[in-house]
């Protein structure tokens, strides 16, 4: 094994076991930030693909200025907030219990964001003429699932899955709403899942347990351990559907992997790891031309519906510089630096893990809905750095927006009711 991935795997071990530790937050965000980087980093220099090459130094020096900077933005607000008191995690979980919510403000958000869900999916599916899952070849028709508009209410399903979670927790009795709220619940989820767009399923998931974690005291080791045999399930169900028509061992062929065909269930995980920074290291040693802001702030370009025109005028390529056009994520990072150079990959980051961490003591210092929703998102962010760039896509930064704007409404609501 390469001494590299020996270190990075030993000190994961070492952040891990830390996590038992009496009154330990286990989602602190620089500790999980470590442990996913370490991890990722440790597996890519395991080398098991053919596609795998050795990196240069400066793709080395360009990493570790982004991964570096990013700990230096948790790092400033850790130094700011040194020595100030912050609630304990015993504390927060007592949040909801010692307050009352505006639940019927969060029920009638619920069923106006599902209605758009429900409308927009409708006539997305009309318009395009099919649903993925039920097409000949799924994988393939998935990707172009989508219409402008409409698309953004139907990638609203994380933020309407974590509204009915953060209902049940917060109402007390309202069985029947809760009843409408579980129908809800399982037509947005099964319809959402003919799509086959896994990542937004993630993304709940994560959001949830995030909270879970925060408010209740149901996140123990049997019920982390029935979400992620769940999560794992639904996920490595989407692929074996989207490779319909394939043969068993597909994707180890695929990836031209080194170890036996008899691991080759091992293919999938370690490939969606690895290639995001294997193709980050690639890239930025072959990009010569910046973008100067059209991928940082995709969002703004993508609304505005000049996304797709400054693109083809610019002749940007979609995927620079692929190892492998069958994997074509760089990481969260290679977007800053294709925008701004080593600048993009050091401010940016820098400005993320300083955002990042500000939500974290707002929320162990005066917790409520809105901090501990907004730090959910975050560490969903955080657990999948290594795969793309979620805050520059316009469905993220739309479910951040309702989760943020509707969670601040109803604690509004809260005080002026008292």
Not at 50 to 78: E, H, P
Not at 185 to 195: G, H, K, N, Q
Not at 279 to 302: C, M, P, T
């Amino acid at each position: 094994m390469p001494l590299v991935s020996i270190i990075c795997f030993g000190i994961t071990i070492i952040l891990f076991l830390s996590l038992f530790k009496k009154n330990t937050d286990v989602f602190a965000p620089a500790r999980l930030f470590i442990i996913i980087w370490l991890l990722s980093i440790g597996l890519t220099e395991l080398k098991f693909s053919r596609y795998q090459n050795d990196w240069t130094l400066f793709s080395w020096l360009m990493l570790l200025i982004a991964i570096a900077s990013f700990l230096l933005g948790f790092f400033i607000v850790y130094t700011i907030n040194v020595g100030k008191p912050i609630s304990n995690i015993m504390t927060l979980r007592q949040f909801i219990s010692r307050n009352s919510f505006n639940t019927d403000l969060l029920f009638k958000y619920i069923l106006l964001l599902f209605t758009a869900y429900i409308i927009s999916y409708i006539i997305s599916a009309l318009v395009i003429g099919y649903i993925p899952l039920f097409t000949k070849y799924p994988g393939v028709a998935r990707n172009d699932w989508g219409i402008f508009g409409f698309g953004l209410f139907v990638q609203s399903f994380p933020s309407i899955i974590y509204f009915i979670y953060l209902y049940f927790i917060i109402t007390r009795k309202e069985r029947n709403k809760k009843l409408i709220l579980l129908v809800v619940f399982l037509i947005t989820f099964l319809t959402y899942a003919f799509l086959l767009q896994r990542y937004y399923i993630a993304f709940a998931i994560i959001m949830i347990m995030a909270t879970m974690y925060y408010f209740t005291n149901m996140l123990r080791f049997r019920n982390v351990l029935l979400i992620t045999i769940v999560g794992f399930s639904i996920m490595f169900g989407m692929t074996f559907i989207r490779l319909t028509g394939t043969i068993a061992n597909y994707l180890y062929y695929l990836s031209d992997m080194k170890f036996s065909v008899k691991y080759a269930f091992f293919t999938e995980p370690y490939m969606y790891v690895v290639m995001n920074l294997e193709n980050f290291s690639h890239a930025v040693n072959k990009i010569e031309n910046f973008a100067y802001g059209l991928l940082s702030f995709d969002f703004i370009f993508a609304i505005s519906g000049l996304k797709h025109i400054i693109a083809e005028y610019l002749r940007l390529p979609e995927f620079p510089h692929l190892i492998t056009n069958n994997y074509n994520t760089y990481t969260m990072f290679f977007v800053y630096y294709w925008d701004y150079g080593v600048f993009g990959l050091f401010l940016f980051p820098l400005f993320i893990g300083i955002l990042f961490t500000h939500f974290y003591y707002k929320m162990r210092k005066t917790p409520s809905l809105n901090t501990v929703a907004m730090y959910s998102i975050f560490t969903f962010v955080i657990l999948f750095s290594f795969f793309v760039p979620v805050m520059t896509f316009l469905h993220f930064v739309f479910n951040t927006f309702l989760i943020y704007s509707i969670t601040i409404h109803i604690e509004a609501q809260q005080k002026s009711s008292h």
